[in-house]
């Protein structure tokens, strides 16, 4: 059974960093491509970042180059969010999801953890 | 970036009674690549469909996918109970991949 468990999410005032880590298994994580995908309170979803499988294709969402940095680690089977500057505007509830290829291009997410909760506010 | 309109914003129907929910795009979605997940209150969500039309693994067959280009459209064939939730229309045919704000299946 596949699953995603996400962890390290918490209350930080803005300007401050979190670290978002995804832990998966049931599955060969080597193989596919992993993503964040976020949901503001009350709101829709929005795509975040990417992976692929080997780490050599990421992409990010406009709002968030160059304050959030994704990675992988294959010997622990887990996926990272790296984020700093945060702002208010990053509140949300963050998924770590798994694409059914191992490209980060073009994906859809077939599995979904249950979510970490990011709020930033001073 | 390809921007994802979904109508209506509720839909309220019977169990047992036909859904069809609208997701229309600002430009033509590459190779149909439309996807619609389910979310229900406190839940992740759950794909639903791929490539606009094929069903995910254990997806009931009451839940249809169908459409091309600009237009797409999700189908319940008879609402179960456990249908009433929000969903969700994807593009991931262009970068970067976007969702449409979503059409909330609401009890009568």
């Known amino acids: 059974e596949v699953q995603l468990v996400e962890s390290g999410g918490g209350l930080v005032q803005p300007g401050r960093s979190l670290r978002l880590s995804c832990a998966a298994s049931?599955?060969?994580?080597?193989?596919?491509?992993m993503h964040w995908v976020r949901q503001a309170p009350g709101k829709g979803l929005e795509w975040v970042s990417g992976?692929?499988?080997?780490?050599?294709?990421?992409g990010y969402t406009d709002s968030v180059k160059g304050r959030f940095t994704i990675s992988r680690d294959s010997a622990k089977n887990s996926l990272y969010l790296q984020m700093n500057s945060l702002r208010a505007e990053d509140t949300a509830l963050y998924y770590c999801?798994?694409?059914?290829?191992?490209?980060?291009?073009?994906?859809?997410?077939?599995?979904w953890g249950q979510g970490s909760l990011v709020t930033v506010s001073s | 970036e390809i921007v994802l309109t979904q109508s209506p914003g509720t839909l309220s129907l019977s169990p047992g009674e036909r859904a069809t929910l609208s997701c229309r795009a600002s430009?033509?979605?590459?190779?149909?690549?439309l996807a619609w997940y389910q979310q229900k209150p406190g839940q992740a969500p759950r794909l639903l469909i791929y490539?606009?039309?094929s069903r995910a693994t254990g997806i009931p067959d009451r839940f249809s996918g169908s459409g091309s280009g600009t237009d797409f459209t999700l189908t319940i064939s008879r609402l179960e109970p456990e249908d009433f939730a929000v969903y969700y229309c994807?593009?991931?045919?262009?970068?970067?991949?976007?969702f449409g704000g979503g059409t909330k299946v609401e009890i009568k």
């Open positions: 049931g599955f060969t994580f080597d193989d596919y491509a």
């Open positions: 994807q593009q991931y045919g262009s970068s970067p991949n976007t």
């Open positions: 430009q033509s979605v590459s190779s149909s690549y």
């Open positions: 992976i692929s499988w080997n780490s050599g294709s990421i």
């Open positions: 999801a798994k694409a059914p290829t191992y490209s980060s291009n073009l994906p859809y997410f077939d599995y």
């Open positions: 490539g606009a039309s």
